[in-house]
């Protein structure tokens, strides 16, 4: 605004008038400053935008942006995060490495970490440690700190402790974005196959880019996350074990880097319920007893009820329909567990 003023005041000093205005509108960010590493940081990490464990508190919400100096975002930046537990501890080597996770920040540079106030340990103001790091940049490694606890200038999160002692912290990184960079591309689609309940799901996808890249698998849409019967979520292979019909769906695999993105064709995955299974839920007994007695009235009625499961799975004799010429076969199914 201040810019377009005086121009107009300076009137015909239009070279000056242009400068005036190209320095107006350029807004500078300060490059975000390193801080140690520190003795704890371990590679391999997990995805894990929530390093909270059930239980545990106060929690703390970090979000925030990562910006390049233009304070523009830099879309899918990495960041990695580790931090010590309520009393102090760092978990150095245990398998689940707690309190520690990478994520992706999102297409708007916004990242969002889920984890708990972390505890202090003799000779340090709590922190919290971090590396960032994006396609187009030099990775940054640094720690936040909280107001009044002491610290490092520039790296204090702006932070809110609610009633309760919940806190809620906001940061944004500003990182160098001066290097060259490879967008993504797709070398390998993935395949779509028919999988029985019970067996496993396994989907592949090879691309090109440079890193760090983010894979993200994706079902109806939806992102997938590791745990249960799903690992490799943000890995080039998903495998989803002991397919359950509501597995089934249209998959794809986001690549993702601050250069640009690339999405997967989709491939369609197909779980069929077996025969009698109404609730297609992987076994056939009374919790069926519900789906087969809306699958007779319809299957438009059923579809609605159970719009992951497979009307024909109530089809015991084989005619193309569930009637009440099934009644016999389903009460047969229900007392074997399995049906002719
Ligand atoms: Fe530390």
């Keep these: 605004m201040s810019g377009r003023w005086t121009c107009r005041f300076v009137g015909v000093f239009t070279g000056l008038c242009a400068l005036m205005v190209s320095v107006d509108v350029s807004a500078q960010c300060v490059?975000?400053?390193?801080?140690?590493?520190?003795?704890?940081?371990?590679?391999?990490?997990?995805?894990?935008?929530?390093?909270?464990?059930?239980?545990?508190?106060p929690l703390l919400t970090l979000t925030g942006r990562v910006l390049n100096t233009q304070c523009q975002p830099i879309p899918y930046a990495w960041l990695?995060?580790?931090?010590?537990?309520?009393?102090?501890?760092?978990?150095?080597?245990?398998?689940?490495?707690?309190?520690?996770?990478?994520?992706?920040?999102?297409e708007n540079g916004e990242y969002v970490l889920e984890t708990i106030v972390p505890g202090l340990y003799p000779g340090r103001p709590a922190h919290i440690h971090v590396k960032v790091d994006a396609a187009t940049t030099p990775m940054l490694t640094t720690q936040l700190y909280f107001p009044g606890q002491g610290?490092?200038?520039?790296?204090?999160?702006?932070?809110?402790?609610?009633?309760?002692?919940?806190?809620?912290?906001?940061?944004?990184?500003?990182?160098?974005?001066?290097?060259?960079?490879?967008?993504?591309a797709i070398t390998q689609q993935p395949v779509g196959a028919t999988v029985a309940v019970g067996?496993?799901?396994?989907?592949?996808?090879?691309?090109?880019?440079?890193?760090?890249?983010?894979?993200?698998?994706?079902?109806?849409?939806?992102d997938l996350s590791d745990g249960g019967r799903i690992s490799g979520a943000q890995t080039p292979t998903l495998t989803i074990s002991d397919a359950?019909?509501?597995?089934?769906?249209?998959?794809?695999?986001?690549?993702?880097?601050?250069?640009?993105?690339?999405?997967s064709a989709v491939a369609t995955v197909v779980v069929p319920a077996g025969?009698?299974?109404?609730?297609?839920?992987?076994?056939?007994?009374?919790?069926?007893i519900d789906g087969f007695v809306i699958a007779v009235t319809g299957q438009a009625a059923y579809a609605a009820?159970?719009?992951?499961?497979?009307?024909?799975?109530?089809?015991?004799?084989?005619?193309?329909?569930?009637t009440f010429d099934d009644?016999?076969?389903?009460?047969?199914?229900?007392?074997?567990?399995?049906?002719?």
């Design 31 to 57: 490059t975000t400053r390193s801080d140690q590493e520190g003795p704890y940081y371990r590679t391999g990490a997990p995805y894990r935008p929530n390093m909270r464990i059930p239980g545990d508190g």
């Design 244 to 263: 359950q019909p509501q597995d089934a769906g249209a998959y794809e695999c986001l690549l993702a880097n601050s250069c640009g993105a690339a999405l």
């Design 199 to 222: 067996g496993t799901i396994s989907l592949s996808v090879a691309g090109t880019g440079a890193t760090p890249l983010l894979r993200q698998w994706r079902r109806n849409g939806v």
């Design 151 to 184: 610290g490092v200038t520039g790296l204090f999160v702006t932070a809110q402790t609610l009633p309760g002692g919940d806190m809620v912290a906001q940061f944004d990184f500003v990182l160098n974005a001066n290097q060259p960079c490879t967008a993504p």
């Design 80 to 106: 990695d995060f580790w931090h010590a537990d309520r009393a102090g501890v760092y978990d150095n080597d245990s398998p689940q490495y707690r309190y520690r996770g990478y994520q992706f920040a999102d």
């Design 327 to 340: 009644i016999n076969g389903f009460v047969g199914c229900l007392t074997t567990g399995t049906c002719p």
């Design 275 to 288: 025969v009698g299974d109404l609730n297609c839920d992987g076994v056939v007994n009374f919790d069926d």
């Design 305 to 322: 009820a159970y719009p992951d499961c497979e009307w024909l799975s109530g089809d015991i004799d084989g005619d193309g329909a569930v």
